[in-house]
Every structure is written in C-alpha cells, then in structure tokens.
C-alpha cells in the first residue's frame, strides 16, 4: 500500500478529519476532528459512551471509519492495517491488560523490537556473526533503559502473569515504547495503579519523546499530564484546548464535568 501525503502542518502528528463510524442504526463517532501537534500530550475524554476507545480502534487501525480520514505525520494510514501502522510507529495500550503472560518481563519488551529482524538470517543465528551479536547487546541495552524509567528492573525475570494488575500494565506500558513509537495510544493506564504507579506512569509519559494521545477518567492525572484535551460526548467533539480552557467550559460541565 502506498503512502500517501498532504499538505498537514509538519508540526501535526495526528490528524483526524470528520471520523464517523456507525454500528448499525447507532453512531459511535458523528464527524470527529481534531489535530495533535507533534510532542504533545493529548487527553481524550468525555462520560461512558462517549465513542473515546472507537476512537482509538480508528486511530490504530484497529477499526475502519465509515468517513473521514486518519492522518499520521502527514501519511494518510485511513485505510492502513494496524500491524503496518504499528510498524510505521504508532503504539497502543489496552484498558484490559495484554502482555505475554508466559513471557519474562523483559522478554515482554524484546517481542516488540523482534519484528525488526536480526540480518543475515538462519547463518547468523548459527554462527553468532558479529553484527547480530552487536544488534541482540543494542535490544537488550534498549529494554534495561526502559525497565529502569518504569520502575520495573527489578522484574525483569519475572513472569507477567504471574504480577499484579498494576504492575501488567507497566509492563504493558515498556512493550509499547520499546520500539520508541511516534505516536503512542494509552487507554486508561492509570487503571489499576497504586499511587506510586500512578506518579511513575505520569513521569515515564513526561521523559517521552514522542506524541501521546490517552483516554483516561482520572481527572487528576488528565489535568496534571496533558498539553491539551479533545472533549466527545454521544460520539461529538463537544470541546478542545488547554485543560484549563476545557475545566471551564460550561458546556463541558454540564456534560461530563459537573
């Protein structure tokens, strides 16, 4: 599939142009748009069903819209696969918590990097050659750097089934920036954190380079975190700006707010 591109701001990661998608007679998303600038922080919120995690079905290819387009560093992925835009570096995490339970910690992050290949194919891995031995010290450097900025270094050899709630979803969390994606999709990560997570997973989403776009109800951390908000309610944008120009808003609180 060719990539396609526009005239989208360069500084623009995510565009989104009159998204609507319909289940039937019921419509999930009526003609949704917004824009993410690069490097941002961008809280989706709004009460339950609202259309916030169809949302992210589009934007991870994960469902397509019935209109409207998707836009990603200004490539049209509308009609993308979500292993292609996972690949061209858009990650996600789930409110259900999806690791590998049988898998290690760290080799919960190592999947990530593995579709990447090693070069020099089956001889390579027989003999060990130079250049995939300097490539599996770079992949496991890259998973120490991320276990150490989510707290979870000490967990590395640990199973992830066999943690807890809170800490799955770190471990969720490491997998989907391991492969540093350019723009990574949280749906609800303080869900099921401790306090102590809740202040690693809002430093951990600071230390970011990249675009970050999350649905989450907790207040608090949305308003802590965020560089700006887009507003659904019954599948509409009903508001966006700064999290303050968005708490003010009478039409928001009557909305959702209060």
């Not at 565009?15 to 961008?42: H, I, K, N, Y």
């Amino acid at each position: 599939m060719s990539v396609v591109r526009d005239a989208e701001r360069a500084d623009v990661m995510l565009a989104v142009r009159d998204v609507s998608v319909a289940f039937g007679g019921v419509t999930a998303l009526d003609a949704v748009t917004f824009e993410v600038p690069a490097g941002q922080v961008c809280g989706v919120i709004g009460p339950n069903g609202a259309g916030k995690t169809t949302l992210f079905d589009v934007v991870s290819g994960l469902r397509r819209p019935s209109g409207g387009r998707v836009r990603v560093a200004g490539a049209d992925v509308t009609m993308m696969p979500s292993v292609r835009r996972a690949r061209a570096g858009v990650r996600r995490t789930f409110q259900r918590t999806q690791v590998f339970g049988r898998l290690t910690v760290a080799d919960n992050m190592l999947a990530a990097l593995d579709w990447h290949g090693g070069g020099g194919g089956l001889l390579a891995d027989l003999t060990g050659l130079p250049a995939r031995r300097r490539l599996e010290r770079e992949r496991r450097a890259r998973v120490a750097e991320v276990l150490e900025l989510c707290g979870l270094a000490a967990l590395r050899d640990a199973y992830a089934a066999a943690l807890p709630v809170g800490q799955r979803r770190l471990v969720e969390l490491a997998r989907a920036i391991a492969d540093r994606p350019r723009l990574l999709l949280l749906d609800e990560p303080t869900s099921g954190l401790d306090a102590d997570q809740t202040v690693r997973l809002r430093a951990v989403v600071a230390a970011l380079d990249t675009t970050v776009l999350l649905v989450e109800h907790d207040m608090g951390f949305v308003m802590d975190t965020c560089d700006r908000l887009v507003v659904l309610d019954l599948g509409r944008v009903i508001a966006t700006g700064t999290p303050a120009r968005v708490r003010d808003d009478p039409v928001v609180r009557a909305a959702y707010l209060g």
